[in-house]
Each structure stands twice: as C-alpha cells, then as structure tokens.
C-alpha cells in the first residue's frame, strides 16, 4: 500500500504563522481495523523538521510494523528534540542501565555462591584439624544443608549460559550440574548407608575447592577488575582439582553399587512377557563411563580457556 499523507492544520492569529504540519503515515495493512492494541520497540528520532516514529504492533491481523513521519515547518528546537531523545531512552532501557543491571545481578549471585562454598570449605577444614580423620565420617550431616542449597542455586548459572546472560557454552555447565546433582542427591541424599563414607569429604571438599576461586574470579569481572593472583588460580587449579573430584565421584559411585544392589532401591521389573528385573547399579555402571566422558569435555574447555587466556603472552616472549 502506498503511504498516506495528511495535512494538519492548527489554526493561529495569523495565516502566515499558523504553526502547520504534515503526517506521513506507513502501515503494512489496508484496513482500519487493524489499529495497534499496544507498541513494541519504538523507535524515534528526528532530522532536522522531521519527526520519524517506528513501532511493532498487534492489531486484528497480527504483528505489524507501524511508522510515520511528522513533518514540521519549522526547525525543531535543540531543547525539544533533547526531551524527546530522553523520551526515547526512557521507553527503549538505557543500554548502560541494563548493563549495569546485568553485572549487579551476576555479582549477586556469584557473591552468594563464593560465601556458600567458603563457608563450607573454611568449616571442612577447621573440623579437620580439631577432629582429623573423624571428621570425614560426619561430613554430609554437618555440610549437606549448604551444599543442598549451593547446588540448587547452581541451576541458575546453567539458565544465565543457555538465555544468553553469559558467554560460558551451555554443555560445560549443564554436565557438571548434572553430574553433580546426581552425585549429591541420588549417591548420597537417598542412600543413608553412603552419608557416613568418608568418600563424601573428599567429594565436597574438591568441589568446595575450585568454587572459592572460580566464583571470585567472576564477582570481579562483574565491575571490571582483574587480581592476577586470582586469575591465575582460577586457569590453574582446576589441572589437579577436577580429576581428583572425578576421581572421588567413581569411587562414590562404586561404593554405592552393592548398597543398591542390597536395598533394591530404584530397580524394577519389566512388564510380562519380559519379567527381567533391572538393577539400579546397572545404570550406575553406565554413568561412571559417562562420568569421564563428561570430565573430557569439561577439562578440555577448561584448557582452551587457559590457553585463551595464558597463550598469547607466550607467544610473545618467544
């Protein structure tokens, strides 16, 4: 459809002074009942005596884009087209305002998780050095609460990564969540037999461990700071720590085996003319092949990170 032109006339003292203007309406729809119930990113802008507005609209035929041109005969005044670019912010979000709102809401959380992880590391080890080799066999009743929430809230940094609110790949953080969740809930949260092993120390204090670098790390990329002491931690202790909690998973895992095996928990038997009973410790067997699988992927995004960070520097000095 070709635009449609009107001209509005305000009337004045003068017929040479009235302040005359002309619309320039475009619309994707010929009919009248198509209207716009309510704009969607509006755009607005002015060059020199024209007003340009661009909208996207629902009306009775769905999504359309709306626009006109309010042509002035005089030249906007400086003060107005300020107003009206402040107007224009205002309805769109200031870019710098939702930036600033991103990083406050990714220093937040990551400030809540560095404290949930110190504070359960800084109490694994004092009660280590009160207690030694007594304090491994307590470990879940005493720090499972905390971990229960940290590895909760841990879901949200697998959302940041999938809607785009950090740059961190997706698969990364959703097996490490998994394969911890897993860990966590099903080996030791279901099993009461697993909860007094002393497997379940060395799980949380290797997890504790790398969390209390990598989470002040981010807190400080949040407002644009970088401690090389830190950084450097953060792309370097990983190399022992992941294996070692790799590691310390399988053992958890195969020291539940024959407990599930005992209890029956989680096996069934499938329907007639089948009737073969599966063991729970069947599918434990396949996540502990899976279990290293997931311990490929993620050291070998974690090496490309440190050879992002640490490769260039290198490479210049030879």
């Known amino acids: 459809m070709a635009p449609t032109r ?18 320039s309406l475009q619309r994707r729809s010929s009919s009248h009942q198509d209207a716009p119930r309510a704009h969607q990113n509006p755009a ?3 060059t020199e005596n024209v007003l340009h507005f661009k909208a996207q609209g629902h009306g009775a035929k769905g999504d ?38 991103k990083k406050g809401y990714l220093f937040m959380y990551n ?22 080799k007594e304090s491994f066999y307590d470990t879940f009743h005493t720090m499972a609460d905390m971990m229960y929430f940290c590895q909760m809230l841990s879901v949200v940094e697998t959302i940041n990564a999938a809607i785009g609110v950090t740059k961190s790949p997706v ?6 969540l998994l394969g911890r969740n897993f860990i966590l809930f099903i080996i030791f949260g279901t099993m009461e037999e697993m909860q007094n092993k002393a497997v379940v120390f060395f799980v949380f ?3 504790s461990t790398v969390e209390i670098f990598r989470y002040p790390f981010y807190m400080l990329s949040c407002i644009d700071m970088d401690w090389k002491v830190l950084t450097w931690l ?46 729970f410790s069947f599918f434990l067997q ?28 290198k490479k210049k000095i030879h």
């Open 234 to 279: 953060r792309y370097t202790v990983w190399i022992p720590l992941y294996p070692l909690g790799c590691l310390a998973e399988a053992v958890s895992v195969i020291q539940s085996i024959p407990v599930f095996n005992e209890t029956g928990r989680f096996s069934f038997t499938l329907p007639y003319p089948v009737k073969i009973k599966v063991r």
């Open 111 to 132: 400030l809540v998780q560095f404290l949930g992880f110190s504070w359960i590391f800084v109490n694994m080890t004092v009660r280590f050095f009160i207690l030694g």
């Open 44 to 46: 607005i802008s002015i």
């Open 205 to 207: 204090y290797t997890w």
């Open 171 to 176: 698969m990364p953080c959703l097996i490490q």
């Open 6 to 23: 009107v001209r509005i006339s305000t009337p004045g003292p003068a017929q040479n002074n009235s302040p005359h203007q002309c619309l």
């Open 286 to 313: 396949i996540y502990l092949i899976i279990l290293f699988l997931g311990l490929y992927v993620n050291f070998r995004h974690l090496y490309k990170q440190r050879r992002r960070r640490y490769g260039q520097k």
């Open 64 to 101: 359309n884009v709306y626009e006109f041109h309010l042509e002035f005969l005089d030249l906007v005044k400086p003060e107005e087209e300020e107003r009206l670019n402040k107007l224009r912010l205002e309805s769109q979000g200031s870019p710098e305002t939702l930036t600033s709102l």
